[in-house]
């Protein structure tokens, strides 16, 4: 007897088990669903760093609420008794050269440059959205026209539109905006217009025009939020940028006047001393580095959980 034919012979009927199937197995999912929002935040908790930024902007932000009572101190009253005390157990960050307690000031600063960072971003996103979509969308002479008043916004100084903003409407914390956000939506148009001319020619899209849908509809419930990942990550890039913007103009006398205090305008009164007190500056400056740092590592988790490339 052959080999396979021993082998044949050794398989004995016994060796077998008739399958038993489950029909009500066949409606199981072998995995768990999830959506796109779901597994982008999944992998976004997976970055360390960015958790931290997040954890840090929660802090400033209830610092910034709750800091002041804390210390017991406001911020603009004046006590030439304890001026320029280093940080002490009284006062934590210690005090200016009006005798103002820098810990208060320090922490409602930081609520004026939170604001003004994400109002300032928050602005961006709208008019920038707006802008870009019906752009993109139509594309041909619109696009060329929006596009081409968008460059010439843009070639304008920055520092110049400023100024003449801020000689022309009253100054305050509005106009500080108003002035930050003249041209600063442009960078936001020009990418919600590049995603928005790569899917509007999707079957989704000709799906819902051949529906009846008209073109605002099609914009805003269907090509915008398929953006909504492009235009987080810009806004959260966008925040810092302002917040320094905001620092660096009141560093030059153009930003929050007195008697609001932001960062940036205690790293203007302070830059005089800086010899003598440097504490005065450090603190300040220390917390603007550390904003963002935050926002940017928040930004490029962000990027990353966000980008249809990286999943796995």
């Given amino acids: 007897m052959s080999q396979p034919e021993l082998n044949r012979a050794e398989i004995e009927q016994t060796d077998f088990e008739p399958l038993v ?24 908790k997976k970055n360390k760093l960015a ?20 210390s017991g101190y ?37 609520k004026i440059s939170l604001f003004i960072g994400i109002m300032a971003a928050l602005i961006d996103v709208v008019i920038g959205v707006i802008w870009g979509a019906v752009a993109g969308y ?14 010439i916004l843009y070639s304008l100084p920055y ?7 801020m000689v022309i409407l009253p100054q305050g914390l509005w106009t500080l905006i108003i002035a930050m956000t003249f041209t600063g939506w442009i960078n936001m148009a020009r990418i919600v217009r590049g995603q928005v001319m790569q899917l509007r020619n999707e079957e989704y899209v000709l799906a819902a025009r051949t529906l009846g849908a ?5 914009m805003f419930r ?5 953006t909504l990942g492009p235009i987080l990550v810009t806004l959260t890039l966008t925040i810092p940028n302002a917040i320094f913007t905001e620092a660096f103009l009141s560093y030059l006398g153009l930003g929050v006047q007195a008697p609001l205090a932001s960062w940036g305008t205690m790293t203007n009164d302070a830059i005089g001393a800086l010899q003598y007190y440097p504490y005065q500056l450090f603190f300040p400056a220390f917390f603007i580095c550390l904003t963002m740092l935050a926002f940017n590592v928040i930004g490029d988790g962000m990027r990353d959980a966000l980008d249809p490339k990286s999943r796995k």
């Fill in 159 to 165: 520092l110049l539109v400023v100024i003449l903003l």
């Fill in 21 to 44: 199937r489950d029909e009500s197995d066949a409606e199981k999912i072998s995995g768990e669903s999830t959506s796109y929002w779901k597994d982008a935040w999944r992998r976004f």
């Fill in 138 to 151: 139509f594309g041909g002479k619109v696009d060329e026209y929006m596009m081409r008043i968008a460059d």
């Fill in 74 to 110: 406001d911020y603009y009253t004046n006590n030439y008794a304890i001026t320029n005390q280093s940080p002490s157990a009284d006062h934590w960050f210690g005090t200016d050269n009006l005798g103002r307690d820098v810990f208060s000031r320090t922490w409602y600063g930081a």
């Fill in 214 to 218: 008209n073109s605002n509809r099609i």
């Fill in 222 to 226: 269907h090509l915008v939020p398929n």
């Fill in 51 to 70: 958790l931290f930024g997040v954890g840090v902007i929660l802090f400033l932000a209830f610092m910034s609420f709750f800091g002041g009572p804390i």
